[in-house]
């Protein structure tokens, strides 16, 4: 089976940079995923990591490596409407995405 | 595109009756997928469809819930009897098959007392 572990909270201040962790166990592994959840909202497609290194869509990067089952989010520049849950999920073999508990950002000004 | 479509948007019923969640997905996704989210337990996967087939219904907790896709633009999620534990939000979700990024609909609040 797939599972995942992520801190439940983060703090942070307007204008810093955080980092959201994300380990996983799954038997297959066809890449992390990360989502991102307003509350109230739907979860919505932040990135995509199949292979090892980071990748960057603006101001939000997310980092995998293989090896250590390990992957994480990096927030930069942030900002007030970055408050949100965050997700990790990861695909084995034969199913479909399975999601961390997430972690709940708080930015404050 | 008018994105995933799920109705009803909230949901409150007795213990006991019938509930039926509905779910238009993106045309042209093949993958969908019935998810369902409480505090205690997260986004679980209830069971997904690849080409209206259903491919992994691990996820459904009990006979109680069942799901069906009888076409590549609509999906039903239903519960019968009810409960309150069932109460969640439940979403649905679609994806080109194999594609990484899902699109999720707004969700269904179901409160059953």
């Known amino acids: 089976g797939q599972s995942l572990e992520q801190p439940s909270e983060v703090t942070a201040v307007e204008g810093a940079i955080v980092q959201i962790n994300c380990t996983y166990q799954?038997?297959?592994?066809?890449?992390l995923s990360w989502y991102q959840q307003h509350d109230g909202g739907a979860p919505t497609f932040l990135s995509y990591?199949?292979?090892?290194g980071l990748e960057e869509t603006g101001r939000f990067s997310s980092f995998l490596s293989r090896s250590d089952s390990y992957g994480y989010l990096l927030l930069q520049e942030l900002q007030m409407k970055d408050s949100a849950s965050y997700f990790c999920a990861v695909r084995g073999a034969g199913t479909a995405l399975i999601f961390g508990k997430g972690t709940t950002l708080s930015v404050s000004s | 595109d008018a994105g995933v479509i799920q109705s009803p948007r909230h949901e409150v019923t007795e213990m006991g009756q019938e509930v039926t969640l509905r779910c238009k997905p993106i045309?042209?996704?093949?993958?969908l997928f019935w998810y369902r989210q409480t505090m205690m337990r997260g986004l679980e996967l209830l069971i997904y469809?690849?080409?209206?087939?259903?491919?992994?219904d691990s996820g459904m907790p009990e006979d109680r819930f069942s799901a069906k896709m009888p076409n590549a633009s609509f999906s039903t999620l239903k519960i019968q009897p009810s409960e309150p534990r069932d109460s969640a939000v439940y979403f649905c979700a679609s994806s080109p098959t194999g594609h990484y990024g899902y699109t999720f609909g707004s969700g269904t609040r179901l409160t059953v007392v």
């Open positions: 469809f690849n080409n209206n087939v259903p491919i992994d």
């Open positions: 799954t038997s297959g592994f066809y890449g």
């Open positions: 990591n199949g292979l090892d």
């Open positions: 045309s042209g996704h093949n993958s």
